[in-house]
């Protein structure tokens, strides 16, 4: 059974930098592309950034300069590095890595203070 097990949010304020990570474990294969997204209360789950398994990278326009995402292929871990945090980056952030079948973390809350 695979879990992807996510941490690293958290109440940080406007400004500051927050590291999430999602690692999953069990028997997970032919890994391709991994991937954060969040949803902020009353909106949609939207994409943040994804990283292919050759680490080409997308990002989310409002995002692009402040976010990185990277991965560790040996660790079957994805990591978001989030700088520069502003308010309207308060979300529930979740995982997503996509092999044979598509998981999802239980969501991690990124809570940033004006």
């Known amino acids: 059974q695979v879990q992807l097990v996510e941490s690293g949010g958290g109440l940080v304020q406007a400004g500051g930098s927050l590291r999430l990570s999602c690692a999953a474990s069990?028997?997970?294969?032919?890994?391709?592309?991994m991937g954060w997204y969040r949803q902020a209360p009353g909106k949609q789950r939207e994409l943040v950034a994804v990283i292919s398994r050759g680490g080409s990278t997308t990002y989310a326009d409002s995002v692009k300069g402040r976010f990185t995402i990277s991965r560790d292929n040996a660790k079957n871990t994805v990591y978001l590095q989030m700088n520069s945090l502003k308010p309207e980056d308060t979300a529930v952030y979740y995982c997503?890595?996509?092999?044979?079948?598509?998981?999802w973390g239980q969501g991690t809350q990124v809570t940033v203070s004006s």
């Open positions: 069990g028997s997970i294969f032919s890994i391709n592309a």
């Open positions: 997503k890595i996509n092999s044979v079948v598509v998981y």
